[in-house]
């Protein structure tokens, strides 16, 4: 029979790692497939880490790549590729279901458990010029970016679309804007009037503040000369050079391995999970990373894939020893 690991991993991000070193404290056996396909793959640095806050993420993996395996390589592998396919299959010879991944080369891996660490993948808006700006001039999170444009952007802006198409989420995105450009704050809804009048009637409620409106139609989004600044084009033939813009597209998982597996989805998208352990709705599939809740930053990352790791060592052993789990 091939070798049955106690893990496969799919993702080499912060999530992924954190579950193998988890699983490396146990001495279980797991394998790490990374794709080298990295959301932040368009920012320079890594914030809100300590340690290693503002420095560049590519460095980050790497040190923590290495940290692994220099300490822990008897049990834990790390392999370059993309899974493609995976699958649970009945075995008479371990404990429970087992779990078989096949890599783009056609090479099969089989384990007792299976952490999905695969990313999320992030829609754009129907706006002209928006993938251009992204991550250099759109930014999803004003934790991660937007601290470095306090000396340069006076004012910014807040695309109020798609998941931030409501008062609550685009004023909560507008106050973080205002940390970082005090000038002014106008959120455009993109010819959303009714979204307009209940920004309007949200604001009037509360104490002055220096967030304006602009429901105008945008006709393209340009990415301006110097640091963060996008333009903002109307169809009405005018613009607006903004600091930078924020807002937070929609995602999807990444990959088509949770709907091989059939897992159920949360209503934001992401990967539906139980806590403590972020085991998914099939037994044996955990979670981790940003496919396991909306917090989609390297901390969150590296806590769900801790309490993912941490589950599938709980979940092994009991199985083995013919005992019932923590983990379920």
């Known amino acids: 029979m ?78 370059e590729g993309e899974i493609t396919t995976v699958k649970a299959l009945e075995s008479t010879e371990t404990p429970g279901t087992l779990f078989e991944a096949t890599d783009r080369h056609g090479k099969i891996w089989t384990a007792q458990k299976l952490i999905l660490a695969v990313g999320s993948v992030d829609v754009f808006p129907n706006v002209e010029g928006y993938a251009d700006c992204w991550g250099t001039g759109i930014f999803h999170c004003l934790f991660c970016h937007g601290f470095e444009e306090v000396a340069t952007a006076g004012r910014s802006g807040v695309l109020a679309v798609d998941d931030i198409a409501n008062p609550m989420a685009a004023l909560h995105t507008a106050r973080m804007a205002l940390q970082i450009s005090p000038e002014c704050v106008t959120v455009y809804t993109n010819g959303n009037d009714d979204l307009a009048t209940s920004l309007k ?16 139609p945008i006709a393209r989004l340009e990415k301006a000369a110097g640091h963060a600044a996008v333009r903002v084009h109307f169809t009405d033939g005018t613009s607006v050079l903004e600091g930078f813009l924020a807002h937070k597209p929609k995602c999807e998982v990444a990959g088509s391995l949770a709907a091989q597996l059939q897992l ?40 769900t894939g801790a309490a993912a790791g941490a589950g599938v060592v709980t979940q092994v052993q009991a199985d083995v020893c013919g005992h019932p789990s923590m983990a379920g």
């Open 201 to 216: 009637a949200a604001l009037s409620q509360g104490k002055p503040v220096n967030i304006s409106l602009d429901s105008r």
């Open 2 to 79: 091939a070798t049955v690991f106690d893990c496969l991993i799919v993702g080499g991000g912060p999530g992924g790692l954190s579950a193998a070193l988890t699983l490396a404290r146990q001495l279980h056996t797991c394998v790490v497939f990374d794709s080298k396909s990295y959301r932040n793959s368009t920012a320079s640095h890594v914030h809100t880490v300590l340690s290693w806050d503002h420095r560049p993420p590519e460095d980050f993996r790497a040190a923590s790549r290495e940290n692994i395996l220099s300490r822990y390589g008897k049990t834990i592998q790390i392999e």
């Open 264 to 303: 159920e989805l949360a209503p934001n998208g992401d990967i539906a999970t139980k806590p403590p352990f972020y085991q998914t709705s099939v037994r044996g599939v955990f979670a981790a990373g940003d496919v396991a809740g909306p917090m989609k930053i390297v901390p969150h990352a590296q806590f």
